[in-house]
């Protein structure tokens, strides 16, 4: 409408100056002439026509200049709508709309100039915890300084973007012989996030993961699209998350397998929760002063249809990834809580809890009531949990401590010295036992029954009241030296692998320490325990 009137008044200001010119030519003499000379009165048609002419013109010249103005707000304000659309608010570098289209760019310019181009995708560890702790104004703003600091170390045919939350994304062109720039770029990625934030009187300290590809084909005749690019850059970062942050991994075919491979177990986990696939095993503790037998510790096993028995060091992480966790410790718990009852009264249950389970306020009464549920006194429980735990939230992990132990229940410190548990925590949070991890205890067959690391954590749960278990002990060197040590506990290998329930029973029933409780067709009377007399549990124990 507006362009259909715009021609209008370009057409009426066309012939205006057109008239103008002609009529001009004729009136303007004219009127000169009678004006100062007093010769013949001008035609006043001619000039009415001329002042008409010159109204037009002014006319047209100013819609001209309206028309001008309005096409450049339009313009401004079409500009601003693009970078709206493609650039991330916060930060102000790319967004993921935007990165696609600018990946390809990148790529047609690198192909052009025989370069290949490599794509990186940035996280930042921990971020919501910085978000939770320091608040989202601070999050957001160690977000723009970081966006800041790679800007500044990227080369300038490099594009960076922010995909959305704390995941950034760069694509760079390299020459196809020089991959090592890449490493290089990255690393100073690294060196920049490693500076500490300071924000606004708090100082926060992050690192990051970075997964890197490169689309320089590695089979001949290989076409690797921009989307082929991320998914991959994606599956390398995966890798570099799962191996504990602040590391960077180039993406390699072998990680597609393995995450298909991760797809399976998942789907596998669920339908083995429905199904009742999970089962536990148990590995006999062994008081090595006495030499008897004083309890199990429960290890979970999944019998998968297709995968035979997996390892929980396998589906484990999956499930507290995937949130099962939970649901599938409650399930195995409550069928080692059926088991354990028909044990021994002196027999304790150990069981592994992850770090994902305590984050929930309401784990100890869940596990009363399983324990209410299932019969079982609370005092043969013991709970371990690894130093993992200690770090995500002290004063609910302690809380936690102190409600179960006031109900009875024991608590473990698990796989002690591969984490970071610091003394005062050891000091002050309520364990009643440390483990000292495998991996140590192994340091003692290598050097002949001597560790430093085994002597120094010995001697300090002794100073800290705290008795110890040993684990992993495979052979008579090791257990030789723990003797030596003495009064600690052990468990391992040298006294067979973990066990079924059937196979403990048996056990036990040989030792004399089983009961009659727990079977609904014998005698359900807990005092009815078998008598046993010591050296029965010895005799099958060096
Ligand atoms: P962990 O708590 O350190 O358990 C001991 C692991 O060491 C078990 O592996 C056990 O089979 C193995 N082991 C025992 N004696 C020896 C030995 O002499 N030599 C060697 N090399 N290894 C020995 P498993 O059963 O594969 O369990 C691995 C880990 O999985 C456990 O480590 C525990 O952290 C976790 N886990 C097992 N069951 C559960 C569960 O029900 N819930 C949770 N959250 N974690 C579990
Ligand atoms: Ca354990
Ligand atoms: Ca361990």
Redesign the pocket.
């Known amino acids: 409408m507006t362009a259909e009137r715009d021609v209008i008044v370009l057409v009426i200001t066309l012939a205006a100056i057109v008239l103008f010119v002609v009529s001009g030519g004729l009136a303007v003499p004219q009127a000169v002439s009678e004006f100062f000379f007093a010769g013949h009165k001008a035609d006043n048609v001619l000039l009415s026509a001329l002042l008409l002419n010159i109204a037009l013109i002014i006319f047209g010249w100013r819609r001209y200049r309206e028309l001008r103005a309005e096409i450049e707000q339009r313009t401004r304000a079409e500009e601003q709508a693009r970078l709206l659309a493609e650039l991330d608010p916060l930060t102000g570098c790319l967004n993921r709309r935007s990165m696609a289209p600018a990946t390809e760019k990148v790529r047609a310019a690198a192909h052009a100039r025989g370069q290949a181009v490599a794509y990186c995708l940035i996280d930042v560890d921990h971020f919501k915890q910085i978000n939770d702790v320091y608040g989202h104004v601070a999050g957001d703003n160690a977000l723009v300084e970081l966006c800041r600091r790679f800007h500044k170390v990227l080369p300038e045919e490099a594009r960076l973007a922010r995909l959305g939350g704390d995941e950034f994304a760069i694509v760079m062109p390299y020459d196809r012989d020089r991959p090592e720039r890449v490493d290089d770029l990255v690393i100073r990625l690294f060196e920049q996030a490693s500076i500490p934030f300071d924000l606004d009187r708090v100082t926060i300290e992050a690192t990051i993961c970075v997964g890197v590809t490169s689309d320089d084909p590695t089979e001949p005749g290989e076409e690797i699209s921009a989307e082929t690019l991320m998914h991959r850059a994606d599956m390398a970062m995966y890798e570099a998350k799962k191996q504990g942050r602040n590391r960077y991994f180039w993406f390699e075919p072998s990680m597609e397998s393995e995450l298909r491979f991760r797809n399976e177990l998942e789907i596998g986990i669920r339908r083995g929760l429905q199904n009742g696939e999970f089962e536990p095993?148990y590995?006999q503790q062994i008081d090595l002063e006495s030499g008897d037998l004083v309890g199990f510790?429960?290890?979970?096993r999944w019998r998968s249809p297709q995968l035979g028995m997996v390892?929980?060091?396998t589906f484990?992480p999956v499930a507290e990834e995937i949130g099962l966790?939970n649901e599938l410790?409650e399930q195995?718990m409550k069928q080692a809580l059926v088991d354990a009852r028909e044990w021994d009264d002196s027999l304790s249950l150990s069981?592994?809890?992850?770090p994902v389970?305590l984050r929930d306020p309401w784990f100890a009464q869940k596990l009363l009531k399983q324990m209410v549920a299932a019969k079982f006194p609370p005092y043969r429980l013991e709970i371990?949990i690894?130093e993992s735990c200690l770090h995500e939230n002290v004063g609910m992990v302690r809380s936690m401590i102190t409600s179960l132990r006031n109900q009875g229940v024991k608590v473990s410190l698990?796989?002690f010295g591969t984490g970071y548990s610091s003394f005062e925590q050891l000091r002050t949070l309520p364990f009643d036992r440390l483990k000292i991890?495998?991996s140590f205890i192994a340091e003692l067959r290598q050097s002949e029954g001597r560790s430093r690391i085994v002597d120094a954590i010995v001697s300090l749960g002794r100073g800290l009241n705290l008795p110890i278990t040993a684990?992993?002990?495979?052979d008579e060197t090791i257990l030789a030296a723990l003797k030596d040590m003495g009064g600690l506990k052990a468990?391992?290998?040298?006294y067979g692998?973990?066990e079924t329930a059937d196979q403990v029973r048996q056990r036990l029933r040989l030792a004399g320490l089983l009961t009659e409780r727990g079977h609904p067709l014998r005698r359900s009377d807990s005092t009815s325990t078998a008598p046993h007399e010591d050296h029965q549990r010895r005799i099958f124990y060096p």
């Open positions: 095993f590995e510790e429960m290890l979970a390892s929980p060091e484990i966790i410790s195995l069981v592994n809890i992850s389970q371990e690894t698990d796989d991890d495998r684990e992993g002990v495979e468990q391992g290998y040298i692998k973990p």
